[in-house]
Every structure is written in C-alpha cells, then in structure tokens.
C-alpha cells in the first residue's frame, strides 16, 4: 500500500507501481518481474558462474606478479575465461571447465589496462615447453631507455628496471594451484641487453593447466639506506599473460565435493595453495536445478491444464442454462 507523508511524498506500492523518494523526488517504478529459467539458461548461468569463480582463482594466483590490477580486470578476465569454455565444442554445456577449453584466448590477458604490457615493454618473447615438461621464456634484446615506456616524468637513469617471469599450475578438478616457480631480470638505469632464454627448473603436472605472467616493476633506490622503493601503481602495474599450455592428461570430473588437502601430495605441500573454487559445485548441483525446474513447470502446466478443463465445463454449464445468474 502506497502512503503519502507530510511533505507530499509518495511511498510504497500501488499495484504494479512502486513509489520511493530520492533527493527530494518522487521515483516511480514497476516491480520486477520473476525470470521464469528455462534448462538452456540454466546450463548457461552455470557456465558463467563457473568462469567468474575461475577467473578469480587466476587473479589470486597471480597477484604477486601484478601487484595493482585495474577496476575492470574481474570483468574482462571472466569474459576470457568464458569464451575459452564456450570454444569447447566437445564438452556438454554447464559440465564443462577451464580444461576443456581453448586457453589461447587468455593470450595477453592484461592485469591492468591502464598499462598494457605490450605497450609499456616493447620486448620480444616467445613461451615453449620441452616434452619434460619444463617451461622457457625466450626473451629478445631490450634498450630500457627506448623499449620501456615509463609514467610521465619519471627518469629511467637511475631506476631499477625488473622484468618478472611467473609460472603457475592449476587443477580446477582438485581444486589447486602451485607456483612453479618466479624470475626475476634486474636492469640498473639506461642499457641495452642481448637476448636471453629464461628457464624454469620445476616440472609441469600433467594433470594441470599452466599460464605464463610477464610484468614490469620500477623501483626508485635510496642511496643512503641502500633500499628500493617500489613505484608501480594502479596507474601503472603492467603484468599480462604471456604463454598457455592445456593439461596433457587432466585429472577426472569430481563425482562429490572436493577436500583438496596440501598433505595429499608428499613433496608439494609448501607450493600447493587450495582455490576458493566453486567451479565443481556448480556442475555437480546443475541436474538437480534442471530437475527442480522441470517438477515446478510440471506442476503448474497441471494446474493450468485443470483451471483450463473447470472453465470450460463452467462455460459449457452456463451455455446450457444449467448455471444462471440472478439479479
């Protein structure tokens, strides 16, 4: 019921209207309507729910390499990972993951927009993985004064340039991810260097799913105290995804909830770190949403059916002067 106060306002609901007050104006709107979900939007909500979870686990994992992400990085970051689910075209829709997808759309996945990565460190690389199972950058020659674009007004002359290689695993099936391991490059002021090849000493799982970061740090040294002050920030972090690699023989799809513990892999329990995943709960619960929506469509297609039957024998009844109606 809609009321009007001392000052003329209008609150409450009138019908399909509701009133509100705001700065001094009265705000008329319709209430919102029940979305009646069919199974198609269901496997599709599961999907993206699944992909925003994922993203976020990626996002975590690779915070020490970013440092600042940007205000849009959750959003564009999800969208990626969708569409590397949705360019799965063997999977079922709604039960299918971040391993059955096409990774090269996390290609260049930058952190922080407001300092893309290959805007900013105008470097050549190129990411492989020897048939051990071992992950190499090849990087290409650099000058820091020319190929490396700073904030406005920053000298590079006396800055310490560091160029941060990072390697992750990730088993969204049992629920864990592991640093295999950070390089870190150190460039002191203005030079220019030759190409080198960066490589990583920790096997890959063949249960797991790897990305590759490459970001850029900047740090101003006080000479006094010998120290290093970090300079990036959310104006400028530069960190992308630079290399993918699918897992070779990924683990099978939970049949129950995970319990992912680090004590479960002898030798590995200071590197695996347990996702904040979702992921393998909704695909799990996703036939049950199916089958509920389908028992409630069921029962009010049941109800319509004999609301329809009643009004037609009603209808029949009067036509045959069996019901009248009384002034």
Do not use: W
């Not at 975590?60 to 969708?82: H, I």
């Not at 088993?171 to 991810?177: K, L, T, V």
């Not at 203005?190 to 063949?206: A, D, H, K, L, N």
């Amino acid at each position: 019921m809609a009321t009007i106060d001392q000052k003329g306002m209008v609150h409450g609901t009138a019908g399909s209207v509701i009133y509100r007050g705001y700065r001094g104006k009265n705000i008329i709107q319709g209430k919102p309507k029940a979305f009646k979900q069919t199974e198609k939007t269901i496997r599709s909500a599961n999907e993206f729910g699944l992909s925003s979870s994922a993203a976020a686990v990626i996002r975590t994992a690779f915070e020490p390499a970013y440092f600042f992400k940007d205000g849009t990085a959750a959003y564009r970051s999800t969208q990626l990972v969708y569409r590397s689910i949705l360019n799965n075209v063997s999977g079922e829709k709604g039960k299918r993951d971040l391993h059955d997808g096409d990774l090269s759309f996390l290609q260049g996945l930058d952190f922080n927009a407001n300092s893309k990565l290959h805007e900013v460190l105008q470097i050549t690389h190129e990411v492989n993985k020897s048939v051990d199972g071992l992950v190499s950058v090849t990087l290409g020659s650099l000058n820091t004064k020319t190929e490396i674009k700073r904030p406005k007004n920053a000298s590079g002359a006396y800055m310490k340039h560091r160029i941060r290689l990072m390697l992750v695993a990730f088993n969204f099936r049992e629920e864990y991810y592991e640093n295999l391991g950070v390089q870190d490059i150190d460039l002191e002021g203005y030079q220019s260097v030759e190409g080198r090849v960066i490589s990583f000493t920790e096997p890959v799982p063949e249960d797991c799913l790897i990305l590759v970061s490459m970001s850029l740090m900047l740090y101003s040294s006080i000479n006094q105290t010998n120290e290093s002050i970090l300079l990036n920030s959310v104006a400028f972090s530069p960190c992308a995804i630079i290399g993918t690699f699918q897992s070779e023989n990924p683990s099978e799809y939970p049949i129950e909830g995970v319990n992912t513990q680090p004590s479960d892999y002898p030798g590995r329990e200071e590197k695996i770190k347990q996702m904040s995943y979702v992921g393998n709960l909704l695909m799990l619960g996703m036939d049950a949403r199916i089958k509920k929506r389908d028992i409630s469509t069921s029962k009010q297609t049941l109800i319509a059916s004999k609301t329809c039957l009643i009004e037609k024998v009603d209808r029949n009844n009067v036509l045959k002067g069996k019901i009248s109606f009384k002034k």
